[in-house]
């Protein structure tokens, strides 16, 4: 029931471009807590595991204590994807050497088939995405569904080897909780990029 509701208020929430982008004052609640009294918005209550690039089998929780920055993407897109991660890398160099060990920056894929965890470590190695804070994750079709949903990213088959999907770069907080989005390709990456170095000082 918990998982349900997660998906729902979260669903209602990303309906908003950007959130709560009236206070820069960002607060996130203990890291000392368990995995129970987590935020009800925490995305660390998805039961799903996912396979890496360097094929490590992790839930999300394993990656509690960090700032996330979340992409959907798959790595034969020759349009859309080149600028989502053209957008990422431009926000993680823009993060000052003393805070890049509090972010975590995550490459999900949308096409699991493909995207098999030899394929997403030579997408990371061919775009200079090898370092430790690149995490690139593929999981069953089921549990990518899931997450788009929670990410409010809609995605569609349109050939065997294409996608149309939202282009959306999503930022969580210690906890797991969506604290803002940024959406568009291309876009001014200012607020992104403040929001999480507020979220990674507070680590």
Not at 27 to 37: C, G, H, L
Not at 116 to 141: C, H, I, V, Y
Request: one cysteine or more; charged letters at 20%.
């Amino acid at each position: 029931m918990k998982l349900i509701s997660l998906i729902i208020i979260l669903i209602f929430c990303v309906s908003c471009s950007k959130l709560n982008n009236e206070n820069t004052n960002y607060q996130t609640q203990p890291f000392d807590i368990s995995v129970s009294e987590l935020p009800d918005l925490s995305i660390f209550h998805l039961p799903a595991k996912w396979t890496t690039q360097n094929k490590e089998v992790i839930e999300l929780q394993d990656l509690r204590g960090r700032v996330l920055v979340m992409v959907m993407i798959y790595t034969s897109c020759q349009v859309a994807c080149p600028r989502l991660v053209a957008d990422m890398r431009s926000i993680e160099s823009e993060i000052a050497k003393n805070l890049k060990e509090n972010v975590k920056y995550i490459l999900v894929s949308i096409d699991p088939t493909t995207d098999t965890p030899e394929r997403l470590k030579s997408f990371a190695l061919e775009n200079q995405m090898n370092d430790e804070q690149w995490l690139f994750l593929q999981g069953d079709e089921d549990s990518v569904l899931e997450f788009a949903a929670v990410l409010g990213v809609r995605y569609k088959k349109v050939s065997p080897v294409d996608f149309s999907h939202s282009n959306i770069i999503s930022v969580f907080d210690r906890n797991g909780v969506l604290v803002y989005q940024q959406q568009g390709l291309g876009v001014d990456n200012k607020e992104t990029v403040n929001i999480i170095r507020a979220l990674a000082k507070s680590i």
